[in-house]
């Protein structure tokens, strides 16, 4: 039942499901990531995350494995399936962000070229996002110039921390100066809480994506708005999955309690922004439903910030479940809500091509 | 206009307010805070928090200094302003829990002391809750056991961590074990996260209530959930201020990554339950409104735990705005649904006494 529901034709259904933060990774990238666990580099959270789903025996762990280095039969048989029409592929969590600056230079590049060959073979199934070597920003603006203009991937990815280090940090703004000249996405993907502050999740085993990683990420998110990325950047558009990584639900509290520290002057990090923190969600951030398929929270997260803000992923090969896109069609959308949560949006915030992909 | 309408007579308006999470404290503990602050003991997330209220000449900290001393006109002027007719009074974080062994002992007893002095002498409007020691145990049963059954107080409070340790673990059990056999709440109350896990929070401003807090409760709840407590104490009540401090959002991935962690086998620490994380929220846990008043995440929340599990508290001092009162009264309730928001669910939870407190 559930199967016939959701692999309808397009035309017939009204709309594309364009899924707008699916996870791949080139076979060497992985490579170098088995490498690093088995040298013993990289640190916690890497080897947490990555030395599971390289090395177990488990079939989640061999599903994503063999998930993530498909673009070909394998993933359009799961897209077939999950009815899953056009999927936006990056480099999957942690990206570069755990190489040596000149390992993540390279590994950018192979993998921007890789990803720029399966959009070419198949226009209609794939679009991609850029990777960059954050810790050289100067060829990280570079790299995102080429990747974008000559390669003609669609946004930037960027899995939380570098090595401890985020995006409310002067050294990173080129990059960010970048995305707002060349008016693509960044896309801020989790990772697992960075080594100084991972331990209490680790040691009860919630550091990974069952929580730890949306800590992470809203702590992210968070940093870049409350130190003023945005008042610097007001034209950066910010991507989240998750349902925004929870920071919708906090909306309210994020405002009282922050603009109460800003009155105190508890901290001298916490400046007058230039917008309320809610503000900030409704015009810099779009968010995507990845592995938050539950109608509740997607229809909550709507109405703080926005229905034209929030779209539709599947976060395969982490969360394929079909039943996932059944249970998003039931959600009581008009169609023209239906149509934009599933294809429109993204079409807009990633700039797709609607001619190429076969959008209805 | 605003006032006009909060502050109706309970008969008339067909229900008392009963606030549930309003913090307080004796002016023995904040000056043994004081002197901590002083002498530089007690870690850095202590000091960001409490160094903050009881040394800075801000309006806010004067405002919460003042408000948290005082169980007579000052605040039940402003319960009175606020249309709050009933507050269930505890000791405000960190508690005891940053005390010596000894100290947090007295400190303990002198709290319960002093709030049941209160109740009694104000049984319309004030209840309370108890604190303990809680690094000695067998002391904490005892003094848990006086508190409820001698001097009348309605829960137990923990404010998270007890040191950077959380009741997951096993030296804490038998005061679990106290609470379920006496039949009280455990409220878990915010803290600034532990120390080991603080330092990102910290430097960026964001340690405290708004946000670090919800990070901190929240994985101390889902690791008391995911370490099998309430397994073990499946009669265990407990009660989540700030709408669940966010796992209500959460509710889909944390079964849904959970059940994955379970199956791939990755940590040897996450284990089967005999429920999922889902029904754990809705048939363990009750939460309250304290600073989360606007409407979405309180609809949001009781679609997910249940209309029956949520019920109003104002987080006075912290959030004394009579404007979220008048948020809440604007919820599109039934009636019914009103009386119990306000007044029924607090007082089966708390075991109030409904003449006692001249319940509607």
Redesign the interface.
């Known amino acids: 039942m559930t199967n016939i529901e959701i692999t309808t034709d397009p035309a017939e259904r009204g709309y594309l499901r364009i899924a707008t933060e699916e996870a791949w990774s080139p076979q060497e990238v992985m490579d170098e990531w088995a490498r690093m666990i088995r040298a013993d580099e990289g640190g916690q959270g890497f080897h947490s995350l990555i030395g599971?789903y390289t090395t177990?025996d488990?079939?989640?762990?061999r599903f994503v494995r063999e998930g993530l280095v498909s673009a070909d039969e394998l993933r359009l048989g799961h897209m077939a399936a999950g009815g899953v029409d056009h999927a936006i592929l990056s480099l999957t969590s942690p990206g570069t962000q755990v190489f040596s600056v000149d390992t993540a230079r390279e590994m950018a590049r192979l993998s921007n070229d890789c990803l720029a060959e399966i959009c070419r073979d198949n226009p209609q199934r794939f679009s991609g996002m850029a990777s960059v070597g954050w810790e050289d920003a100067g060829t990280a603006v570079k790299e995102l110039e080429r990747a974008v203009g000559d390669l003609g991937l669609k946004g930037l990815m960027l899995n939380s921390h570098i090595k401890?280090h985020?995006l409310?940090e002067q050294q990173f703004w080129p990059v960010l100066e970048a995305c707002e000249a060349l008016d693509v996405p960044l896309y801020l993907h989790p990772q697992t809480?960075?080594d100084?502050?991972?331990?209490?999740?680790y040691?009860?085993?919630?550091d990974?994506?069952?929580?730890g990683f949306?800590?992470e990420t809203?702590?992210h998110a968070?940093?870049m708005i409350?130190?003023g990325v945005f008042d610097r950047y007001p034209n950066l558009r910010m991507v989240l999955g998750?349902?925004g990584e929870?920071l919708p639900?906090?909306?309210?509290?994020?405002d009282?309690?922050?603009g109460?520290?800003v009155?105190?002057?508890?901290?001298?990090?916490?400046k007058k922004l230039d917008r309320t923190i809610t503000e900030y969600l409704q015009q810099n951030v779009w968010i995507t439903s990845s592995?938050?398929?539950?109608p509740?929270?997607i229809l909550?997260t709507r109405?703080?910030v926005g229905a034209d803000r929030v779209m539709y992923a599947m976060d395969y090969p982490y969360?394929y479940e079909p039943a996932e896109v059944a249970m998003q069609e039931s959600i009581p959308f008009t169609p023209a809500e239906r149509k934009a949560f599933f294809q429109d949006i993204a079409i807009d915030v990633f700039g797709l091509d609607r001619d190429a992909i076969g959008a209805v």
């Open positions: 599971h177990s488990s079939a989640r762990a401890g985020y409310d809480p960075n100084d502050i991972i331990s209490t999740f040691d009860a085993g919630l990974g994506s069952v929580f949306q800590v809203s702590l968070l940093k409350t130190s998750h349902m929870g639900f906090w909306a309210y509290r994020l009282y309690m922050h109460g520290m009155r105190s002057g508890r901290y001298e990090v916490i592995g938050m398929p539950a509740e929270p909550f109405k703080v969360n």
